[in-house]
């Protein structure tokens, strides 16, 4: 009897260890694996960040800031760390998201390079979505340009394509520049400088000439070729371009673009004094007036060949253009598109 009852004050101990340890191996499990995350979101650690910013970055995101802070400094988060834009994801735990942020595992951010005017609005835009504000941005590549033989920054344009690329929260403009350069280098294949050599154009004018393709239709592809073709003939002839594109951005260079674009090209908007105004000066631009896309090169090296000389744009087919090689025909196609804008007001 004595013996049952101390085999039964012994199973009662073991199952009390057991039950003790299984509470605090639990309790450890929640500490280091169990999930943290209250919301998703991301959190910027910046490189001049300390461990209470970051503590601070990523409290309101997890229920329990001590025990992150517990499992953080027990794995030297508070002194080793990588700055960046995290994701903090539903279901992770401590550990993870210490090790996200010691291994420096950000995530990327998406920038839509779009048609702007000026290198530097660009660099406005993407400066937003980067650690970095838009002056060290707009030095750095002010530099690059100078290294590379250019005035500024506005000279790289022809480096940029429309688009969406990744880039991370961290990238610096050396970085940023780089990939850019690269996928400018892979564009230009040995078919696409041949191109180039048999157009007769200088690299900047085939640019130059994009941009105007890009803007007159409104990067649709499908007029592209079509514009191209007839900016060549009128080029060929030593016709000036008189294109409406050049002359609106001509009058937001004269005002450093800090007002919105015209929205109607009128007569005095003609006379703007700007080498870029195609209605004051024959030739191409002597650069191109927005980043361009990619169609638009290619359809400057792969020019329609036609005999067009003037278009016009069609009010029936909004986006669209009506071609022609007759003065006479674009007369009646310039009033039908005046009447249009006078009946929709556009000023």
Not at 69 to 85: M, P, Q, T, Y
Request: proline share 3%.
């Amino acid at each position: 009897m004595i013996m049952k009852k101390g085999c039964l004050v012994t199973s009662i101990i073991a199952a009390l260890l057991l039950l003790t340890g299984g509470f605090f191996a639990y309790r450890y499990y929640q500490k280091y694996f169990g999930n943290n995350v209250a919301k998703e979101g991301y959190i910027l650690i910046p490189h001049t960040a300390n461990f209470n910013s970051i503590l601070d970055s990523i409290a309101p995101y997890i229920k329990n800031k001590e025990q992150f802070s517990e499992v953080a400094r027990s794995k030297s988060l508070d002194r080793f760390f990588n700055a960046g834009r995290y994701h903090i994801k539903s279901g992770t735990g401590n550990t993870d998201l210490v090790n996200m942020i010691k291994a420096g595992n950000q995530t990327e951010n998406t920038f839509r390079i779009g048609d702007f005017y000026t290198v530097y609005q660009m660099l406005g835009k993407v400066s937003k979505k980067t650690e970095l504000d838009s002056l060290r941005f707009a030095t750095d590549f002010n530099k690059i340009a100078t290294d590379k033989g250019y005035e500024n920054a506005e000279d790289l344009k022809k480096y940029f394509f429309i688009d969406s690329y990744n880039f991370f929260w961290t990238v610096t403009p050396k970085e940023f520049f780089k990939k850019f350069e690269n996928e400018y280098n892979q564009f230009w294949t040995a078919e696409r400088n041949q191109k180039e050599q048999q157009s007769g154009l200088s690299r900047n004018q085939i640019y130059a000439l994009a941009s105007l393709v890009y803007k007159e239709t409104g990067g649709k592809p499908d007029e592209m070729k079509t514009v191209a073709g007839l900016y060549l003939n009128r080029f060929k002839k030593g016709m000036k371009l008189q294109s409406d594109p050049t002359v609106i951005y001509a009058v937001a260079k004269a005002n450093d673009f800090k007002d919105a674009p015209i929205r109607r090209v009128l007569y005095k908007h003609l006379r703007e004094s700007s080498p870029y105004n195609t209605y004051a000066n024959a030739g191409i631009p002597p650069g191109p007036i927005c980043v361009v896309d990619k169609n638009a090169v290619d359809a400057v090296l792969n020019a329609e060949h036609n005999d067009y000389i003037y278009m016009c744009a069609d009010p029936s087919r909004f986006g669209f253009h009506k071609f022609t090689a007759s003065a006479a025909e674009h007369a009646i196609n310039a009033k039908a598109y005046q009447d249009w804008l006078n009946s929709k007001n556009i000023k």
